[in-house]
């Protein structure tokens, strides 16, 4: 899928390692990468459920959050990346067995429980 970003400072933190490991540290900053990169190499939505990516549990989010999704990066913490699924025409997908994802829009880093 093709990664687009929810605005410039998301993007400028995902395209630098530095301000990853200073923002979140070394251990946190390499889950979000590996997160980065099983979104970047995924084709469709099911390969984002694959058993080998269980620890992230990637999951939809409810209430004021519908239509959003998420990915645990740290178990222990409440910590997660927060992304939109969108088509082609870069609208958020709101029903993903009817509608095909091309775009995974990253909106966030952070504790949605807070």
Not at 53 to 77: C, M, P
């Amino acid at each position: 899928m093709k990664i687009c970003f929810y605005n410039k400072s998301i993007e400028d933190l995902f395209e630098n390692d530095k301000k990853l490991q200073k923002k979140y540290g070394i251990n946190v900053a390499e889950n979000i990468r590996k997160i980065d990169d099983i979104l970047e190499n995924a084709e469709t939505i099911r390969e984002l459920n694959d058993p080998a990516f269980v620890k992230y549990r990637f999951h939809e989010l409810k209430g004021d959050r519908k239509y959003q999704w998420a990915f645990v990066i740290v178990h222990t913490s409440g910590l997660r990346i927060i992304v939109f699924l969108l088509d082609l025409d870069k609208k958020i997908i709101r029903d993903i067995s009817k509608e095909k994802c091309v775009y995974v829009q990253i909106k966030e880093i952070g504790d949605y429980h807070d």
